[in-house]
């Protein structure tokens, strides 16, 4: 491939805010142009070039928080109450409460009972989390943030102005809003009773980390913050990484102990579970599971936790080893093909038909 013809790519990314900023000032035009499911069918296309550039607006610019903050107004309209109702968990000391936020997303607030200290993961709306935190009467010491993507990260700075000694973790390489705690692969995070450690999961963004809080000091499991490498059944599109760099992230994931909590970033287990019914209508974990998901969103009620132990039956992107899953996709490894690089390839392969299923 040519060098990119850096005029011609300027004037489209020109061009591209101008129309951004006409559909902002025409209210028909606006109207359609966020439409929700007209802009998830642009994410689809992530090997287009517009996609890249609009994936570049959402991502280094103000008008991707401008698309955030709509989708944050439009979501408190639709869902007073939130798109789910979730149930806390508490164990020894410790309670971990979601929180559904926007359309699908889940911010999680980790509160030390006997301090009556908390942490939040992800606090995509800073008004619904503040809420929260008042509700339960407890003070905010810490912000773990997953990526830089405005629905895991847009709540950060607002909810900094409200707890001025709130710190703000995150990757040093992702760009996080009101990061002032940068980390590293595998660092510790030390609040009180809750001890967690954060871990480089890079794929979905170029410096994306997950937090798994130790439980088993207490007597209790782990409880793995995953934001957006994986979900019930799923992973996270490979934005900014290759299935390579995706497949060390998610082996990060199978590596923990089977009896470790998921509690991911959205509310996509129906949808998962869908799919992988279309690359394995033969697995009976994945069917039993299926039918207790449609109970709960019948009553929308909300799918998390998983374990680990269940995510290696029935999620595909967690079974890249398994030769019902290549046959499946009639996909074999070559004589001289290394065995991590088929598994890369067959992970793939499973994200591109994703993808083309539902554009997620």
Same mark, same amino acid.
């Given at each position: 491939?040519?060098?990119?013809?850096? *005029?011609? =790519?300027? #004037?489209?990314? +020109? !061009?591209?805010?101008? %129309?951004?900023?006409?559909?902002?000032?025409?209210?028909?035009?606006?109207?359609?142009?966020?439409?929700?499911?007209?802009?998830?069918?642009?994410?689809?296309?992530?090997?287009?070039?517009?996609?890249?550039?609009?994936?570049?607006?959402?991502?280094?610019?103000?008008?991707?928080?401008?698309?955030?903050?709509?989708?944050?107004?439009?979501?408190?309209?639709?869902?007073?109450?939130?798109?789910?109702?979730?149930?806390?968990?508490?164990?020894?000391?410790?309670?971990?409460?979601?929180?559904?936020?926007?359309?699908?997303?889940? *911010?999680? =607030?980790? #509160?030390?009972? +006997? !301090?009556?200290?908390? %942490?939040?993961?992800?606090?995509?709306?800073?008004?619904?989390?503040?809420?929260?935190?008042?509700?339960?009467?407890?003070?905010?010491?810490?912000?773990?943030?997953?990526?830089?993507?405005?629905?895991?990260?847009?709540?950060?700075?607002?909810?900094?102005?409200?707890?001025?000694?709130?710190?703000?973790?995150?990757?040093?390489?992702?760009?996080?809003?009101?990061?002032?705690?940068?980390?590293?692969?595998?660092?510790?995070?030390?609040?009180?009773?809750?001890?967690?450690?954060?871990?480089?999961?890079?794929?979905?963004?170029?410096?994306?980390?997950?937090?798994?809080?130790?439980?088993?000091?207490?007597?209790?499991?782990?409880?793995?913050?995953?934001?957006?490498?994986?979900?019930?059944?799923?992973?996270?599109?490979?934005?900014?990484?290759?299935?390579?760099?995706?497949?060390?992230?998610?082996?990060?994931?199978?590596?923990?102990?089977?009896?470790?909590?998921?509690?991911?970033?959205?509310?996509?287990?129906?949808?998962?579970?869908?799919?992988?019914?279309?690359?394995?209508?033969?697995?009976?974990?994945?069917?039993?599971?299926?039918?207790?998901?449609?109970?709960?969103?019948?009553?929308?009620?909300?799918?998390?936790?998983?374990?680990?132990?269940?995510?290696?039956?029935?999620?595909?992107?967690?079974?890249?080893?398994?030769?019902?899953?290549?046959?499946?996709?009639?996909?074999?490894?070559?004589?001289?093909?290394?065995?991590?690089?088929?598994?890369?390839?067959?992970?793939?392969?499973?994200?591109?038909?994703?993808?083309?299923?539902?554009?997620?």
């Amino acid at each position: 491939m040519s060098p990119p013809d850096w *005029s011609v =790519l300027f #004037v489209g990314v +020109a !061009s591209v805010c101008g %129309v951004l900023c006409l559909c902002l000032r025409c209210r028909g035009i606006r109207k359609s142009f966020w439409n929700k499911n007209l802009f998830m069918k642009v994410m689809a296309l992530t090997e287009k070039p517009l996609f890249r550039i609009a994936y570049t607006l959402y991502t280094r610019t103000k008008l991707g928080y401008m698309f955030y903050k709509r989708q944050v107004k439009k979501a408190r309209l639709r869902y007073p109450t939130g798109h789910s109702s979730a149930q806390s968990m508490e164990m020894n000391g410790i309670k971990i409460i979601p929180i559904p936020v926007l359309s699908d997303n889940y *911010s999680y =607030l980790v #509160v030390d009972t +006997a !301090s009556s200290m908390a %942490v939040a993961v992800d606090p995509a709306d800073p008004q619904t989390v503040e809420a929260c935190l008042k509700e339960e009467g407890v003070s905010l010491e810490a912000i773990l943030c997953t990526h830089k993507h405005w629905d895991h990260s847009g709540g950060n700075e607002g909810l900094r102005r409200l707890h001025s000694s709130c710190r703000v973790y995150g990757s040093a390489v992702d760009n996080i809003p009101g990061l002032t705690h940068p980390l590293s692969d595998k660092d510790s995070i030390d609040l009180g009773c809750l001890h967690f450690r954060a871990f480089f999961t890079p794929g979905h963004t170029v410096g994306h980390m997950i937090y798994l809080l130790d439980g088993r000091a207490l007597g209790g499991p782990c409880s793995l913050f995953s934001g957006d490498l994986v979900f019930l059944s799923g992973c996270g599109r490979m934005f900014e990484g290759s299935a390579t760099m995706m497949l060390s992230s998610l082996d990060t994931v199978s590596c923990l102990s089977d009896d470790t909590l998921l509690w991911p970033g959205h509310e996509y287990a129906m949808d998962n579970l869908m799919f992988a019914a279309e690359v394995e209508p033969n697995n009976t974990a994945r069917e039993n599971k299926f039918q207790w998901v449609l109970q709960q969103r019948a009553q929308k009620l909300c799918t998390s936790p998983s374990t680990i132990k269940e995510e290696k039956e029935y999620n595909p992107f967690l079974r890249s080893h398994s030769p019902e899953l290549h046959r499946a996709l009639s996909l074999q490894q070559d004589p001289s093909e290394d065995w991590t690089l088929f598994r890369a390839r067959v992970l793939g392969e499973l994200r591109r038909r994703k993808d083309i299923y539902k554009g997620r």
